[in-house]
């Protein structure tokens, strides 16, 4: 029996989301069934989001998060995640689990790899340097389908035990609500993020689910191709041609 995909997606209302949920709906159907998006907004439902999803031909639940505890953590999603774990948790829905931000660049491989995680699978993401004139790698160095170590580079986030970017890891379910089965360090329940230092989210997370490299698995074994980007080309306080009408969402067709 094939294992379920659940892709997290947090989003939230600016001009380039109908682009990008687009885009990322379009790989999400090539995926082969059963798989499952959870797609999380902040504060209320947009009416923009509920339709594209509607056109995806994806198996879908459209959650909203209200941020309760009004902490003032940079949010960057952080509430979203933490509501579509909830959402798994509570209605015990099995499979892989995977955060997949809605700006950043996936391939078709990607999903179907995920299917391969027994318990924690992990792989390298590509992104831009700071200088954007480089590509650099986040996240594991592998020999077969062992992680060896890891690749580091921002000396801001050196500390981090496990260099992990949010788009590089995936894990089973039943972590969630069965930790002794999986031999997880920790019997309390997955710690909030929101009260997490930016930067930190993965690790933090990661921390809570896995003792060390040893319960990792490599995506696809080696870590020996790129599935995904993170690019970070949202384009902040885009400004239009005069004469253009844009609603917030820009459509695209
Ligand atoms: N996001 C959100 N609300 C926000 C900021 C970000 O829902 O106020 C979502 C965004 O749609 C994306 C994810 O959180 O899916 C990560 O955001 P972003 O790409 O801006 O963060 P970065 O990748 O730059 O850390």
């Known amino acids: 029996e094939r294992k379920q995909v659940i892709v997290i997606t947090p989003t939230y209302n600016r001009a380039l989301q109908a682009y990008f949920l687009n885009r990322l709906g379009q790989v999400l159907r090539l995926v082969q069934p ?82 391969n995680i027994s318990r924690f699978g992990t792989w390298p993401v590509a992104m831009l340097a700071q200088s954007k004139n480089k590509a650099i790698l986040e996240g594991p160095v592998c020999n077969a389908s062992q992680v060896i170590g890891w690749h580091t580079n921002e000396k801001s986030k050196k500390l981090r035990r496990f260099h992990v970017d949010m788009s590089g890891f995936a894990f089973n379910s039943t972590i969630l609500w069965d930790p002794r089965r999986w031999k997880r360090p920790f019997s309390n329940p997955i710690r909030q993020l929101d009260t997490v230092k930016e930067g930190f989210q993965e690790t933090t997370f990661i921390e809570q689910v896995v003792e060390d490299e040893s319960q ?28 253009w009408l844009l609603q917030k969402n820009l459509e695209v067709v």
């Open 34 to 115: 059963p798989l499952l998006w959870i797609v999380v907004e902040m504060t209320s439902e947009s009416a923009e989001t509920a339709e594209i999803l509607r056109k995806t031909g994806v198996m879908y639940r459209h959650l909203v998060c209200v941020n309760k505890n009004n902490t003032n953590v940079k949010d960057r999603g952080v509430h979203q995640r933490n509501a579509g774990l909830e959402h798994i948790e509570r209605h015990r829905l099995d499979g892989i689990v995977y955060f997949a931000d809605d700006d950043n660049v996936y391939s078709l491989e990607l999903f179907e790899s995920l299917r």
């Open 216 to 243: 990792m698995e490599s995506v696809p074994p080696s870590c020996s191709r790129i599935l995904n980007w993170h690019l970070h080309l949202d384009a902040h306080g885009l400004v239009y041609p005069r004469g």
